[in-house]
């Protein structure tokens, strides 16, 4: 499966370029993404531009929560799943734990914690752990070890297919991810991530915690 995916606002699909081609593609997405993702899916990154149709607000919802009709969205780049962060301490743990009990975590690496910023925020990231467990499996075990608790989750991977000028397509608005068509998927790295914290910009970018 192909997936697409929005970046924000305070990006130019030649600054998201520039700066993934320096720190690789992250990008924060509801839980339930990543149940329904594989490991090496490509991810096609666009920039809405607004849509074409009626907005509609389901009854008895606030306006953020509206959904478009189709419009206008231009297709820059792409990048393909190979690691993934689920953003609590405490269901991390839980999780590889269980994991290593499986046999499923073929290697862990330590790192010094590192900052990693960019125009939508920042986040602190520590080491990481290779597994053999699908996105499928990992998305199950996480939801069960938070008990309910929400918390978010982030995929990584290399930038790819970059397309000179954007590609104009049609497409539906979402925060997460869309399906746009068949695909093989095949990846390099299967990484569960430690993210210490990760901050993203509304307004004005946090203060972010001192390093050790």
């Known amino acids: 499966m192909e997936w697409l995916h929005y970046i924000g606002r305070r990006y130019t699909p030649e600054s998201f370029i520039a700066e993934a081609r320096q720190h690789g593609v992250a990008r924060r997405v509801p839980a339930w993404a990543l149940g329904t993702v594989k490991w090496g899916e490509k991810v096609w990154l666009a920039q809405w531009k607004g849509s074409?149709?009626?907005v509609t607000v389901a009854e008895g919802k606030e306006p953020e929560e509206k959904r478009f009709a189709k419009g206008r969205a231009e297709i820059f780049a792409s990048f393909t799943v190979d690691r993934v962060s689920i953003e609590d301490p405490e269901v991390?743990?839980?999780l590889l734990e269980e994991l290593s009990q499986e046999g499923k975590v073929t290697a862990t690496s330590g790192a010094a914690p590192t900052m990693v910023r960019r125009k939508c925020g920042y986040y602190i990231q520590g080491g990481c752990a290779s597994v053999t467990a699908s996105?499928?499996?990992?998305?199950?075990?996480?939801?069960?070890?938070?008990?309910?608790?929400?918390?978010?989750?982030?995929l990584f991977g290399p930038l790819a297919n970059i397309v000179t000028p954007p590609k104009e397509v049609m497409a539906?608005?979402?925060?997460?991810?869309?399906?746009?068509?068949?695909?093989?998927?095949?990846?390099?790295a299967r990484e569960l991530v430690e993210i210490l914290e990760h901050k993203?910009?509304?307004?004005?970018?946090?203060?972010?915690?001192?390093?050790?």
């Open 52 to 54: 074409k149709g009626v």
């Open 92 to 94: 991390r743990a839980k």
């Open 172 to 188: 539906p608005f979402s925060q997460g991810l869309i399906k746009w068509g068949p695909g093989d998927a095949e990846a390099s």
């Open 135 to 154: 996105l499928e499996e990992i998305a199950e075990k996480a939801r069960r070890l938070s008990g309910g608790r929400k918390f978010h989750v982030a």
């Open 200 to 212: 993203v910009v509304w307004k004005t970018l946090p203060s972010p915690k001192p390093v050790a």
